[in-house]
């Protein structure tokens, strides 16, 4: 998971197995309050955005290769393709 795209200011995966991968992203917004953002990882896309629509997410709507949901609370995320499979690879940079 990552990019070499000059907006991403670094990835962190697990080395003890956890599916969870963590990418940070430069935001250019000076004014507001601090937020998140996460992008949930599927195998099975369509399934997973069911399931949380199941769950109370509200559905936003497809990106390029996303799908933007919205939890209870106001917070969006996305379901992406990214694999949720475990890594042995951990990268702070």
Do not use: Y
């Amino acid at each position: 998971m990552g990019s070499d795209a000059p907006e991403f200011a670094g990835k962190w995966h697990d080395d003890e197995g956890s599916p969870l991968q963590l990418l940070f992203q430069r935001l250019d917004e000076r004014d507001g309050p601090v937020r998140m953002h996460l992008d949930h990882g599927s195998d099975d896309v369509d399934a997973e955005i069911a399931r949380l629509l199941r769950l109370g997410a509200t559905d936003v709507g497809p990106g390029r290769a996303w799908h933007v949901l919205q939890d209870p609370t106001g917070s969006r995320f996305c379901v992406t393709g990214n694999s949720p499979e475990p890594t042995t690879r951990r990268d702070l940079d």
